[in-house]
């Protein structure tokens, strides 16, 4: 069965400090990974698309066919990166549950 | 609460036909949103409601889009005529507030195919 997992709901981490955001996904076929965003009283927005292979706000992310996994990446984190982030797989469409980041100043 | 609760989960219909999606949202959440996704552009807002009014709906494509909210557990999003290019899967989501920092829940999307 597809699915997305994302291990997890909450993640603290210290301004100018590495983080990265878990993803897993169960997909037979060749996956269509996504990243989406919500900051606080915004809308949910896509951060970024593993065919695209693009940095977007300085995060990264790599897909792993071995490890079935496509974790967000970021080197130094930033306040304005606490946000609930969303791993979606789009050729079912599936979203995982979310992790919500907090940047400690 | 069984979380957000979208019917159909798949749709199959021909061109110009009329297309209804429906979206139960989670008891007391106050907002609700309607995303479309597809391979091209992700996940887009097409319109979002807050204690049953509509709020923004410059996402909504064009006229053949309608959206209404009668009460706070009930909304439905219609097309009308239907196009192949409306194909995509469509989302609802509720939150306990705009902009709450824990995020909107999702429904499980329901699949649209136009023939």
């Known amino acids: 069965a597809q699915r997305v997992t994302q291990p997890e709901k909450l993640l603290s981490v210290f301004k100018g400090a590495p983080v990265e955001l878990k993803c897993n996904y169960s997909?037979?076929?060749?996956?269509?990974l996504f990243w989406y965003v919500q900051y606080s009283r915004q809308r949910l927005q896509l951060l970024l698309r593993?065919?695209s292979r693009e940095s977007i706000k300085g995060f990264t992310a790599d897909l792993n066919k071995g490890e079935t996994s496509f974790h967000l990446k970021k080197p130094f984190a930033q306040e304005e990166d606490s946000a609930m982030y969303y791993c979606?797989?789009?050729?079912?469409?599936?979203f995982g549950p979310g992790t919500s980041l907090s940047v400690i100043p | 609460d069984a979380g957000v609760i979208q019917s159909p989960r798949h749709e199959v219909t021909e061109m110009g036909q009329e297309v209804t999606l429906r979206c139960k949202p989670i008891?007391?959440?106050?907002?609700l949103f309607w995303y479309r996704q597809t391979m091209m552009r992700g996940l887009e807002l097409l319109i979002y409601?807050?204690?049953?009014?509509?709020?923004?709906d410059s996402g909504m494509p064009e006229d053949r889009f309608s959206a209404k909210m009668p009460n706070a557990s009930f909304s439905t999003l219609k097309i009308q005529p239907s196009e192949p290019r409306d194909s995509a899967v469509y989302f609802c989501?509720?939150?306990?507030?705009?902009?709450?920092?824990?995020?909107?829940?999702f429904g499980q999307g329901t699949r649209l195919t136009v023939v």
């Open positions: 989501a509720s939150s306990l507030a705009l902009g709450l920092p824990g995020g909107a829940f």
């Open positions: 593993h065919i």
């Open positions: 979606a797989l789009g050729t079912e469409v599936i």
């Open positions: 409601f807050n204690n049953n009014v509509p709020i923004d």
């Open positions: 008891s007391g959440h106050n907002s």
């Open positions: 997909y037979s076929g060749s996956p269509e």
